[in-house]
């Protein structure tokens, strides 16, 4: 990406002033060539980083007003698509110290910090697009042991609406124009969420996290899709997995190929006992159920039911409604860029109002580097369409590594990373090594331009 397309993630926010609009994009730029650095280095000089703090502070800057040019120009690389998946998840942000504004992340411990919840625009290819909505919240209030779900349900500001408010917002955003598929985890299981969907003709793909009961059916929902004849089976590598806390969902696992059982069938839901009164009695929709078949033992299967309204009809179609569930997991690694590509958690500054400014800048810069590592990991041998033609020829006359005449995303990929600092006997190169070399490749960059202009005169 050039320096004027990024410059373009940050162009035109409405923030009162075009002085601020234009420090804004300033800001952007600099960030995107460190960032991996503190504030005060990737600034580079006191008056910049004055400018920055004023900037970060200033009561007219808005998470919304930063974060609106990167969304727009998402939705503009979405209405290039035919068909975009919108994957949607919440992450926690932990921070240090005692700040201004942050709540707790646990009902148990002291750990401040808050969560985001991010709808990214990825193609069918997993391709990041961008991220067309974020939104943040802090758990400032302690929570109430006196609430039965009836009073949980009366809440406007309950959190479990965010789902909706995040589809409504991205369907708002891409017309009709194009097609988007909305993904979802087991936090997406909400029988009050799919109605809605259904009611909104929106195409979704979530995966159950409760065995559901039906409509005409003695068992459950599991017990009933697992009936089905399985359609075809699929190949897959799966990552290892870390404990993660007491009450995680998700257990520790090893790296290791499984085999997977794929099938589908159209089953009709019973409306659950809490629901909204303007949910129907049922709602009829396909399941496609994948499990993992001949499990070692002592692992945890492979266990996926995902509800959907697309199309089962064909092994093809079923097949798709599998593919965009993977592709959820290209989020899961926008977060990680966030932490560890450019340290969103360790930004030093002292409110929740100034760290939320931060991280809409960081998003579109996360977006990018998630965007080159992709490029990498799944079309190695295609020609790098990552790169300005005039980067690749900056990063083959000044980089350590050669570069063919047409290079592939991989040649780039470990061209940059020698840049950035890397040794091959320390692994796969990391977010913090691909931040670095982004930051040598776009100052190089800049000198050449500036070179270029004064030649000019």
């Not at 758990?139 to 589809?167: C, I, M």
């Not at 931060?358 to 079309?379: G, K, M, N, S, Y």
């Amino acid at each position: 990406m050039r320096l004027e397309d990024i410059a373009l993630e940050y162009r035109g926010a409405s923030l009162g002033d075009m002085r601020r609009s234009k420090r804004l994009e300033r800001i952007g730029l600099e960030l995107a060539r460190n960032p991996d650095l503190s504030f005060p280095e990737a600034m580079g000089s006191e008056g910049q980083l004055e400018a920055l703090y004023r900037f970060l502070n200033n009561d007219d800057v808005t998470f919304e007003a930063v974060h609106a040019p990167h969304a727009e120009q998402t939705r503009l690389r979405c209405q290039a698509e035919e068909r975009v998946l919108v994957l949607h998840d919440t992450t926690i942000l932990k921070f240090n110290g005692d700040r201004e504004g942050l709540g707790r992340l646990y009902e148990e411990g002291g750990t401040r910090g808050f969560r985001l919840h991010a709808s990214l625009a990825v193609t069918p290819a997993r391709t990041p697009l961008g991220v067309l909505r974020a939104e943040t919240w802090a758990r400032t209030t302690r929570p109430r042991r006196d609430r039965n779900r009836r009073h949980t349900r009366a809440d406007p500001q309950r959190e479990s609406l965010r789902w909706g408010r995040a589809v409504r917002a991205c369907e708002e955003q891409l017309g009709q124009a194009v097609g988007a598929v909305h993904v979802m985890d087991r936090e997406g299981d909400n029988y009050d969420l799919f109605s809605e969907l259904h009611a909104a003709k929106a195409h979704y793909v979530i995966r159950l996290a409760n065995d559901r009961r039906l409509v005409g059916e003695s068992q459950k929902l599991k017990g009933v899709v697992g009936r089905a004849v399985c359609l075809f089976q699929r190949e897959v590598q799966v990552s290892p997995r870390a404990p993660g806390r007491p009450r995680d969902r998700h257990e520790a696992r090893q790296a290791r190929a499984v085999t997977l059982d794929v099938s589908a069938m159209t089953v009709e839901l019973s409306r659950s006992n809490n629901f909204a009164p303007s949910s129907p009695p049922s709602l009829k929709v396909n399941v496609v159920t994948v499990l993992e078949h001949d499990c070692p033992k002592g692992e945890q299967p492979i266990e996926w039911y995902l509800v959907t309204n697309e199309p089962i009809d064909t092994t093809e179609q079923v097949a798709a409604v599998v593919d965009a569930y993977r592709a959820r997991w290209v989020i899961e690694e926008l977060f990680k860029a966030l932490k560890s590509g450019c340290h969103i958690e360790k930004r030093q500054l002292e409110s929740y109002d100034a760290l939320r400014i931060a991280l809409a800048l960081f998003l579109p810069i996360a977006v990018r580097l998630l965007a080159l590592r992709h490029a990498a990991r799944t079309d190695p041998d295609a020609a790098c369409a990552a790169l300005s033609a005039r980067q690749l020829q900056l990063l083959r006359a000044c980089g350590t590594r050669p570069l063919s005449p047409t290079p592939t995303n991989q040649e780039v990929y470990m061209a940059l990373a020698a840049l950035g600092g890397h040794l091959r006997s320390n692994g796969p190169p990391g977010w913090i090594v691909l931040g670095r070399a982004f930051d040598k490749l776009l100052v190089l960059e800049q000198g050449w331009l500036a070179g270029r202009r004064r030649s000019d005169r």
